[in-house]
């Protein structure tokens, strides 16, 4: 099992500025990719940001140069900082992992709960 808790949503101005922050943890044996992906009303869920064990990081198109990902590999956790926020920003936003673990044999995706990020104009 993998429990992944998101924290750090919530209601900004425009102009403003967020920080979410996820946690993993359970019977991981290795975590690859680390992401946010989020999903506003009536829309399909896209990427925001993704990340490798490495650093290597990639962004949706509109959030490139707004957003960073983060990560702490020893930890286990991902953070994205969201800058300049926008009203078309809001969404709620899934923590995602690529993960093996204890007993199993390959890398799945494991998800948050998600968390609401609301950007007033």
């Known amino acids: 099992q993998v429990q992944l808790v998101e924290s750090g949503g919530g209601l900004v101005l425009a102009g403003g500025s967020l920080r979410l922050s996820c946690a993993a943890s359970?019977?991981?044996?290795?975590?690859?990719?680390m992401g946010w992906y989020r999903q506003a009303p009536g829309k399909q869920r896209e990427l925001v940001a993704a990340i490798t064990t490495g650093g290597s990081a990639n962004y949706g198109d509109s959030v490139k140069g707004r957003f960073t990902i983060s990560r702490d590999n020893a930890k286990n956790t991902v953070a994205l900082q969201m800058n300049s926020l926008k009203p078309e920003d809001t969404a709620v936003y899934y923590c995602?992992?690529?993960?093996?673990?204890?007993?199993?044999?390959?890398?799945?995706?494991?998800w948050g709960q998600g968390t609401q990020v609301t950007v007033s104009s």
């Open positions: 995602n992992v690529d993960a093996v673990l204890v007993g199993k044999y390959r890398f799945d995706d494991y």
């Open positions: 359970g019977s991981i044996i290795s975590i690859d990719h």
